[in-house]
């Protein structure tokens, strides 16, 4: 075993020591060699050194549009998809005439797409990842790249519509009932294709309810009114097989008895 980590430890050392004598002393055609060596062998840790170099070596040569080709993707390779999509799109900008341009906007929309927070965060960069594609769709209407795409932005809406969904129900969770109203409202408003709308438009039957239900005296009828045109709203949409269904006609004659106690008074 000693052996063995001895003679890892002197390759090891000889490839760091052949690698700086490559950086130092190399010239531009064995760097350009070495970087497209290194990058076939994935190890862009190495070649994306050499290959910044090359770029201003080889500025205004045919060679450096190759060059900063594998720049950009070395940067997608270490995961720093900012970066990476800086550079597909500056790379789209600078060699606007390459038949590599429609796909270094594809990856610069891709970028975008990694970049994309998980559910429980911010979801302004999913909502650009999204946008991102459907521009390039728009502009390459006929890409191979298309198909690929729609997948990635049917992925994205289903991790917005998800954040939507979860933060209307916290409200109702929290207690903030004419919050979660408006929450749900909007959500079921604003994407028809909402994941669980039956369970959202019975919270807003339910939070509509409870709101009503604690406020004070004089705001109560109001309230309860509103109430029920939710409860008509609920069942516009969804039958009575709906689960939901029976829950929903509990609040609609609790509704209409504190209605019925309130004319009393």
Do not use: W
Not at 20 to 34: M, N, R, S
Not at 257 to 263: C, G, M, V, Y
């Amino acid at each position: 075993m000693r052996k063995i980590l001895s003679i890892l430890i002197v390759i090891t050392l000889a490839s760091c020591s052949k690698y700086q004598k490559l950086v130092k002393d190399g010239t531009p055609q064995e760097k350009l060699d070495a970087a497209k060596k290194y990058y076939g062998d994935k190890d862009y840790l190495r070649a994306q050194p050499l290959l910044e170099e090359l770029l201003g070596l080889y500025n205004g040569r045919k060679e450096r549009e190759e060059i900063y080709y594998l720049y950009s993707y070395s940067y997608f390779g270490t995961e720093d998809f900012l970066l990476a999509g800086y550079h597909f799109n500056n790379f789209a900008t600078t060699y606007a005439l390459s038949t590599k341009k429609e796909e270094a906007l594809y990856m610069s929309a891709v970028c975008k797409f990694k970049k994309a927070m998980p559910t429980e965060l911010d979801q302004t960069p999913t909502q650009n990842a999204i946008n991102a594609l459907q521009t390039f769709i728009n502009q390459y209407p006929n890409s191979a790249y298309v198909s690929e795409c729609n997948t990635k932005m049917d992925e994205l809406r289903m991790r917005l519509l998800k954040k939507v969904y979860e933060n209307a129900k916290l409200y109702h969770s929290l207690g903030y009932y004419n919050s979660a109203m408006v929450a749900c409202q909007n959500a079921v408003e604003d994407y028809p294709d909402m994941v669980k709308r039956d369970e959202l438009t019975f919270l807003m039957v339910d939070a509509a309810y409870l709101f009503a239900q604690n406020s004070i005296t004089k705001k109560q009828l109001e309230r309860y009114s509103e109430t029920l045109m939710k409860v008509k709203e609920f069942n516009r949409e969804f039958d009575t097989d709906s689960k939901y269904s029976k829950p929903v006609l509990k609040i609609k004659n609790k509704t209409e008895a504190a209605i019925a106690e309130l004319n009393k008074e």
